[in-house]
């Protein structure tokens, strides 16, 4: 089982093998493997990287991965420029006691959003140095000859 580490942490990030007889786990696209994986910070994710799991367990030595069940190419966006008009993800952090005392631009400064909602996903928001595994856009190139969609 791959496992992940980032600059300047001692602990280690354990991708568990995706869940591979749920049907609500859609395989990776493109033959790409748990292999093809890289850990980037939420800061850090380019668009085009395709998410595949977060980690979202606090732990000391070792965080195991939860894994997206539609893993999406990341659009990597501050949340007062969100293209979704409103998701429920985004609605969460609008209303809610849990982002009430921050102000906008304490919001753009602590979390950053990797996907637009598209029809019934909502925005992926993150903390800005929350681990997350992506495939890079270039290993998903240098695969397919094309961005990943
Ligand atoms: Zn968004
Ligand atoms: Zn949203």
């Known amino acids: 089982m791959p496992t992940l580490t980032l600059p300047e942490e001692s602990t280690t990030f354990r991708l568990t093998p995706r869940p591979a007889r749920d049907a609500d786990y ?27 799991a977060d980690f979202p367990e606090a732990g000391d030595t070792v965080r195991v991965c939860e894994h997206l069940t539609d893993p999406y190419p990341a ?5 007062s420029s969100c293209p979704c008009q409103g998701c429920e993800e985004c609605d969460d952090f609008d209303e809610s006691g849990f982002a009430a005392p921050h102000t906008t631009t304490d ?19 993150y903390f800005r140095n929350a681990p997350i595994a992506v495939i890079p856009a270039a290993a998903i190139r240098a695969r397919t000859g094309r961005p990943a969609t």
């Open 26 to 52: 859609a395989p990776l696209p493109h033959g790409l493997t748990l292999g093809d994986a890289v850990l980037r910070r939420a800061h850090q994710v380019r668009a085009g990287d395709l998410v595949i």
């Open 75 to 79: 659009d990597p966006h501050t949340l």
């Open 107 to 125: 919001r753009n400064a602590r979390y950053v959003c990797l996907a637009p909602s598209d029809d019934d996903e909502p925005c992926g928001v």
